[in-house]
């Protein structure tokens, strides 16, 4: 294993960005490739097999073509519905977004009780609530639909997004307190959710902990691959190449806002229909 | 031809329905098959030739197996991008909704200058713009990617989608103020928007004339088919069937808002990959 290790990372769209920003934080040496499937987005309305042959097709493209030594799927509905898919279908580690948030949660509640808030697809797949209790928390989920059109807008520090966030989070608090939950953390189980981490910290009540999945998911890519991989030096050269399937020029236009920096060139692959 | 004709409705989702629901006020006796080609939405996002490709497979079963004697596309990308090919592929005639709304707006017009409001896909097509040219007019078209989903959250009459639709027109105005137009005449681009009319309404400056593509569609229709059609009775019996390839279950769920009915069942269909 090299001390400059390929890291997979493998996302229905483009949202996946921030988990890999995440990634570059604790792996400045390592070769990144990242691939959005953004022609056949949204995965949240196929069928499991569907969404099995298209992860399974995206992720074989990073170890057979590009080399990558780990997996991360980036992406919650993959995550939810394909795991075992994709471990099955490559030679290398597979580490998911869902777990780690769970297990972040474990560690930050007291109460035991946590809220997650994800797209619809995530809420509806109750993938949270399953990983949670898992860890003997108690989840309540809420589907926040809204939430990633105003990401993708760019209306991340706007006004409107404030209102929305908070008429969406007292809802949700609201529900809790009837079914006599106590929740100290919220867990953001969708990977756009990070941009809006600031408005939604804002919005949480005092003391409500606010867990950020693609966060916990790189701090668990750490602790996966530090083991396997040889100690790295200071200097920091992490080489990025990004592909999409489809929609390279938004890609490339709203990515940037989601990796922290310019995604650069996103080069056009063709898996197939 | 029959007092009851057979009219086939096409939508790569269910927004086409507000087209269904306009056509439906028109022909109380007709029948109708609507087909939304949910497992494949969004069209906004794929090659011309695939779009092209799916609309022609969808419109084919209508025709085909549901008996259409007409075709109408409630779909604003495949009207933009696809009405040849579906021309081509059907031996019926085929109405599309785009420039039933551009005719519309010349008529309604004094100045000459038109504003469109539609998804980012349409105005990217700038289907609108072209139509809108062609009757003499200048369109000045603006993409609103916040009021699908507001529509699909059920924020229909909602303080926050009050507030994005005022932003929105506030740029709208001012671009075309910026440009030397001056507009009297807003056009409704999108299937969904129509259950956002009373909004825009309240918030399109005084005298300024708005425009539903889903009306006008409708009228289109009706001198398009008058002709052909025996008169008809004044009993209503109207017959509706509809089909999606994915998603049955929103379909009907959020269906019926745009239908202003319930959508009864909606049977699953396969048109393959």
Not at 230 to 245: D, K, P, Q, S, V
Request: charged share 20%; proline share 5%.
């Amino acid at each position: 294993m090299s001390a400059s290790p390929t890291i997979g990372v493998f996302d229905s769209g483009f949202g996946g960005l921030t988990v890999l920003r995440a990634l570059i934080q604790r792996f400045p040496q390592a070769r990144f490739a990242f691939i959005g499937d953004t022609a056949r987005l949204p995965y949240g309305s196929k069928s499991r097999r569907t969404i099995a042959r298209y992860a399974v097709e995206s992720t074989q493209f990073l170890v057979r073509e590009q080399g990558a030594e780990f997996l991360v799927v980036a992406c919650n509905t993959a995550s939810a519905l394909a795991l075992d898919a994709i471990e099955a279908a490559v030679p290398v580690p597979v580490l998911g977004v869902i777990q780690p948030g769970a297990a972040v949660a474990r560690a930050s509640s007291r109460t035991g009780d946590v809220l997650v808030i994800a797209t619809d697809a995530t809420v509806h797949s109750h993938a949270y609530a399953a990983a949670c209790q898992t860890q003997g928390l108690r989840a309540l989920e809420k589907a926040c639909p809204l939430l990633v059109p105003l990401v993708e807008e760019g209306w991340t520090n706007h006004p409107v997004t404030a209102q929305v966030i908070r008429i969406y989070l007292d809802e949700l608090l609201a529900d809790a307190a009837a079914q006599g939950l106590n929740p100290d953390t919220l867990v953001l189980g969708c990977t756009h959710y990070p941009l809006l981490r600031p408005l939604i910290e804002a919005s949480v009540p005092p003391g409500m902990r606010v867990i950020d999945s693609a966060e916990s998911t790189a701090e668990a890519a750490l602790r996966l691959i530090n083991g396997r991989v040889a100690a790295t030096a200071g200097c920091t050269n992490t080489l990025i190449r990004c592909f999409a399937t489809d929609s390279v020029e938004k890609f490339q236009r709203l990515g940037s806002r989601f990796l922290g920096r310019p995604v650069g060139d996103v080069e056009l692959v063709d898996l197939g229909g």
